[in-house]
């Protein structure tokens, strides 16, 4: 009867459809992704005043806090991206990553600032920013680069109106700086 109690112990004591709880026979794809990164984007595309040849860019909505440095921290299915240049405490937003090495990033923030508009200095400007992005990661060398497209709503005035309202396109590459198995030697 001991013999049998015992039996059953162990064949309780290991998981079902043969699978092992040895989490170290197969790596994990997204090791060391939290860290920080240096956020490069490209030229934002949209919110443009004017026509033609007259045409500017009113690219000042992400100019100032969306190039620099980067914070990824949380964990792959709940991460945070922090951008210390935006805002007072900076600017946070939300996303994850599949295994796929697939992410998404997504969120609003206010944005408040005087900036040089239309030829006229020392123009407050307000707006609520809804960011929302998609990319892919890739790992080399210990290292995370981070690459794919921003869209950023900027709702000037926070005012729910559609005629103030417009859409910047970015695109971008993060490389990671430092991170678990990062030492941001490339």
Known sequence: MKRFLMVLVLAGCGSKDGESGDTGTTADPLTGVIGKYNFIPGAATGCTVGEGDEAESENFWVTGWLDGLMK????????????PGGGDGGFEFQGSMLEDKSFNVYGSVIFEDVVDRQGLEDVAVMAELSLSGVGDGEKSGGCWTLKGMLSINVDEDDNDLDADDCTLEVPFEASQLDGDSCNGAL
Do not use: E, K
Request: no cysteine; aromatic share 16%.
């Open 72 to 83: 990824v921290d949380g964990t792959t299915d709940a991460m945070t991206f922090l951008f």
